[in-house]
C-alpha cells in the first residue's frame, strides 16, 4: 500500500480568490479579489473585547457560544428581522459563518444527499458540502437582475435532494432575492420536505429600493431554516472569526456538538466584543453602514463603467460583477490577471463562481476598502478605458 491523500482532498485545493490575492500581494497591487473589509472597527467592539481579556475571559466557552453573545445575537434578530429564538436552544456561535454552515451540514446532510446552490455561487459553499460528502446542484440565475424561474428549481429536484443554499445578499452578484422569490423558495422547499440553508453575513448592506428579510421569518419556514450569518463583516473583523447558526432546538443541539469537536469554541475575548457591539451598537450604525457602502458602490461602479468594464449595479453585499468580454485573454483568469498586472488592482474570475467553464467574461471585484485605496483603485483601472 503507497502513501496517499485522502479522497477528500479535492474540496480543500486553495480558492481561485486567494490565488488572486497571492498573486496581488506578489506584485504589490490593491487587493479588490478577497472579501477582508479593511475598513476601521468601531471602538465599541475593541474594547469589548479589551476589556474582556483584562477580566480574564480567555479561557474555553460553552459550545453553543458565551451565553451574553448568544442573547445579544437574540436581541438584534428580533430587533431587526422579528425573528424569535431561544439563546438558550436555538443558536450556536461558531468559528465564523463558515464553521457554522460546516457544522449545520455535517449536523444535517448524509454523504449523497443533493443540496441545490444558485449560481453563481460563493465557491466555500461548494467545498463545505463536497467536505460533508454532499452533492451540489446548480440552478443557474440570469443577468442582469438574476432571477429564476420556479420550473429551474423543479428540473433538478429529485429523491436525493435535502436541502437549498440561499445567499441573499449574494455574493458574488450582491442580488438580494424578492419577497416573491422568498415566498416560491418557501413554497418548493415546503413541498418537496428539504432544508433550506440561509447565509445571510451581508444583511446589512442593502440599497436603496431594497430590503433584507431574513428566511426564517416566511410563514412555516423557521423548523427548516438554518439561517447562518456573523460579525465578520458587519463590525469589519474578519479575521476574528464570530459566526453563528441560528435554527430549531431539534437541529441546534447536535450542530453544537459537532462545533465542540472540530472548534471547541469560538475565541472567548472576541466573543464577548461582539456582543458589546451588537448591544450598543443601534440603528443609526447600521443604516450608516448601508448608506457608506452604497456610496461606495457608486463611485466605483462609475469608474468601472468609464474603463469599459460594465457592472452588474448590486443590491446589496459588497461586491461587484462586471463584464470584461472586452478584455484581453480568453478565459476570466486570463482578463483577471490582465487587469492585475496592467493596473495593479486585483479582481477574482467569474469561473470562480460558476462550474461547467462559465462566467468566463465576468469578474469581481470587493469595495469593501477604505475611501483613500478605493479612490486609487479607481484611478489606475482606467488605463483601461
Request: proline share 5%.
Amino acid at each position: 500500500m503507497s502513501l496517499a491523500l485522502s479522497s477528500r482532498h479535492g474540496c480543500v485545493l486553495q480558492s481561485e480568490i486567494r490565488n488572486m490575492s497571492i498573486e496581488c500581494s506578489r506584485i504589490g497591487g490593491i487587493n479588490l479579489s478577497q472579501g477582508v473589509c479593511d475598513t476601521p472597527i468601531s471602538p465599541v467592539v475593541v474594547q469589548g473585547a479589551s476589556e474582556s481579556i483584562a477580566r480574564g475571559l480567555n479561557t474555553y466557552t460553552h459550545y453553543a457560544g458565551l451565553f451574553q453573545l448568544r442573547e445579544a445575537i437574540a436581541e438584534k434578530q428580533k430587533k431587526y428581522s422579528g425573528m424569535e429564538c431561544d439563546p438558550e436552544q436555538e443558536i450556536i456561535v461558531s468559528a465564523g459563518a463558515t464553521g457554522a454552515l460546516y457544522c449545520s451540514f455535517q449536523a444535517l446532510l448524509d454523504p449523497g444527499d443533493e443540496v441545490i446552490v444558485f449560481e453563481p455561487y460563493y465557491g466555500y459553499h461548494i467545498s463545505t458540502l463536497h467536505a460533508a460528502e454532499a452533492v451540489p446542484v446548480y440552478v443557474q440565475l440570469d443577468p442582469p437582475g438574476w432571477t429564476f424561474a420556479i420550473e429551474d428549481l423543479e428540473r433538478v429536484v429529485t429523491p436525493k435532494t435535502r436541502g437549498i443554499i440561499l445567499n441573499t445578499p449574494a455574493n458574488p452578484s450582491g442580488k438580494v432575492f424578492s419577497p416573491s422569490e422568498l415566498t416560491l423558495i418557501a413554497d418548493f422547499a415546503e413541498r418537496y420536505d428539504l432544508f433550506v440553508f440561509t447565509d445571510e453575513i451581508y444583511e446589512h448592506f442593502i440599497y436603496t429600493g431594497h430590503e433584507h428579510r431574513s428566511f426564517a421569518t416566511l410563514p412555516g419556514m423557521k423548523e427548516r431554516t438554518i439561517t447562518i450569518s456573523g460579525a465578520s463583516k458587519t463590525f469589519s473583523v474578519t479575521g476574528w472569526r464570530i459566526g453563528y447558526a441560528i435554527c430549531d432546538a431539534r437541529w441546534a443541539k447536535t450542530i453544537g456538538y459537532f462545533n465542540d469537536l472540530v472548534y471547541v469554541c469560538a475565541p472567548a475575548p472576541l466573543q464577548a466584543g461582539v456582543a458589546k457591539g451588537m448591544r450598543e451598537l443601534g440603528e443609526d450604525y447600521y443604516l450608516g453602514l448601508a448608506r457608506e457602502y452604497e456610496t461606495k458602490r457608486d463611485r466605483f461602479c462609475q469608474a468601472l463603467s468609464r474603463a469599459g468594464l460594465p457592472p452588474y449595479i448590486p443590491d446589496g453585499s459588497y461586491y461587484v460583477l462586471a463584464d470584461v468580454s472586452c478584455v484581453p485573454g480568453s478565459t476570466g483568469k486570463e482578463r483577471a490577471m490582465h487587469i492585475l498586472h496592467t493596473t495593479g488592482v486585483a479582481s477574482v474570475p467569474g469561473s470562480a463562481f460558476y462550474q461547467d467553464g462559465k462566467g468566463e467574461s465576468i469578474v469581481r471585484f470587493c469595495f469593501a476598502k477604505e475611501d483613500a485605496i478605493l479612490d486609487e483603485a479607481c484611478s489606475r483601472l482606467q488605463i483601461l478605458g
